[in-house]
């Protein structure tokens, strides 16, 4: 794809494109639209080449962005357990599927801590004093299908273990409280959750101590959470 040389501004450059991918989704290739814009960057911060709709993001390549949140709860006894979700049967992309409690992807209008604290309260229900105890712990990376790199920024969030979440915009059938080990043996032996959520725990689970250098792959598999 080759954008004119007389557009030469962002905005013109948004508007140039956004035609071009209406007309993929009249057609019927361009399915689950979404109407959030995506920042066309090579890098995280840059000023936008231009802006494109979010279901189209994998048809031209770009690298995309997003936030997922472990939300975990520590018990008396010291046993860890994980808040899953399960998405929506309705939802247009991965119906069905294990999810992280609190995940979505990162608009161009909002920083990812800005981000997270808007899917936290819209797809859980935490409230914004309990979110904003989120820690960012770093990011994992992967390559697409279509060969574009795509970057989730990852946070902790230790709940207490009388909170309960709650579907607030239908995007979730249900939250799920499971032991961590329940969760590790999940992501280890079936392809239940939703695939990139797979890279979240597993760095969540080397982090915790919950995978040791001591188990074979330990080197491989940290290094390929990053691409």
């Known amino acids: 794809v080759r954008l004119r040389d007389t557009l030469v501004s962002a905005a013109q450059r948004t508007e140039a494109v956004a035609g071009v991918t209406k007309q993929m989704k009249e057609r019927g290739v361009i399915t689950g639209w979404r109407d959030e814009l995506y920042p066309v960057v090579g890098e995280f911060g840059e000023e936008p080449a231009f802006l494109l709709e979010r279901a189209a993001a994998s048809h031209f390549g770009i690298q995309c962005f997003g936030v997922h949140m472990n ?23 991965w119906p069905g599927k294990l999810d992280h409690i609190v995940a979505g992807g990162q608009p161009h209008d909002l920083t990812p801590r800005q981000n997270l604290l808007k899917e936290s309260r819209e797809e859980a229900g935490i409230p914004h004093q309990l979110a904003q105890a989120a820690t960012a712990v770093g990011y994992v990376s992967y390559v697409k299908p279509s060969m574009s790199r795509d970057v989730l920024f990852c946070y902790d969030l230790k709940l207490p273990p009388d909170f309960v979440p709650t579907p607030q ?22 392809n239940d959750f939703k695939d990139n959520c797979n890279l979240v725990i597993i760095d969540f689970l080397i982090r915790k101590g919950y995978i040791v250098p001591e188990q074979a792959g330990y080197i491989q598999l940290a290094k390929e959470l990053r691409c």
């Open 71 to 93: 939300g975990y709860v520590e018990l008396p006894n010291g046993e860890c357990k994980m808040w899953v979700a399960r998405r929506s049967l309705q939802k247009p992309t």
């Open 169 to 190: 915009d239908g995007e979730v059938e249900e939250f799920m409280l499971w032991p961590i080990e329940q969760v590790a043996e999940v992501v280890r032996t079936t």
